[in-house]
């Protein structure tokens, strides 16, 4: 299994650009999890899906975020306009049946807004 | 809603010695708790993971211990190896918080040799 698969691995964009980050989970896994890791905030739940469906998107920081998952193979999310505030590390997770079972991290994506 | 406190946030030891970390959570209706290792630049990776009707479990060199009175949780690792040098999440949920994990804000171990 190639496991949870992040693209792009690194984004430097300016500040005011649209910025799309992408995660495929592990095939067959129900469950996606997107989370923001920041020195001062730690890792915080952004949004998760359930067989697609959006349950949660209450850690979404505001109107410029936005997540779908049109599949059960593709999810993106989306920042519109950046900010310099934005800047972290963007991790997708995965986890088979369950809501309490192991969440698989992909590699992540290291976003820098200028 | 949850709030999961993770103490200490670094923590030094000597190669073969044994370190803790600390977790207190505010839900009394949480019930999965588990510890997530990120090494510097990768992913975290879930290491141990305990359930409220245990009181401990282990795993190698790796044991995890669950208070529910006192509502918190604690991470053992023996015999330290450099290896063992990473930032440490402790997490808690519970199934009607439909999974969302909440983390500690880590802990830093560093295993010197």
């Known amino acids: 299994d190639a496991g949870v698969i992040q693209s792009p691995r690194h984004e430097v964009t300016e500040m005011g650009q649209e910025v799309t980050l992408r995660c495929k989970p592990i095939s067959g896994h129900d469950y996606l999890f997107w989370y923001r890791q920041t020195m001062m905030r730690g890792l915080e739940l952004l949004i998760y899906f359930n067989n697609n469906v959006p349950i949660d998107d209450s850690g979404m920081p505001e109107d410029r975020f936005s997540a779908k998952m049109p599949n059960a193979s593709f999810s993106t999310l989306k920042i519109q306009p950046s900010e310099p505030r934005d800047s972290a590390v963007y991790f997708c997770?995965?986890?088979?049946?369950?809501?309490?079972?192991?969440?698989?991290f992909g590699p992540g994506t290291r976003l820098l807004v200028l | 809603g949850e709030n999961v406190e993770q103490h200490p946030s670094t923590l030094s030891v000597q190669e073969g010695d044994s370190a803790v970390i600390k977790c207190t959570y505010s839900d009394s209706a949480s019930n999965y708790f588990p510890w997530y290792k990120q090494e510097l630049g990768k992913r975290p990776q879930l290491i141990i993971d305990i359930r409220s009707n245990v009181g401990e479990k282990k795993d190698q060199r790796i044991a995890v211990t669950l208070n529910k009175t006192a509502k918190h949780f604690s991470l053992h690792i023996t015999e330290t190896q450099p290896e063992d040098s990473a930032v440490y999440f402790c997490?808690?949920?519970?199934?009607?918080?439909?999974?969302?994990?909440?983390f500690g804000q880590g802990t830093e171990l560093s295993v010197k040799p």
């Open positions: 997490a808690a949920t519970h199934y009607n918080q439909g999974g969302k994990l909440i």
């Open positions: 997770a995965s986890s088979a049946r369950s809501v309490v079972e192991t969440q698989y």
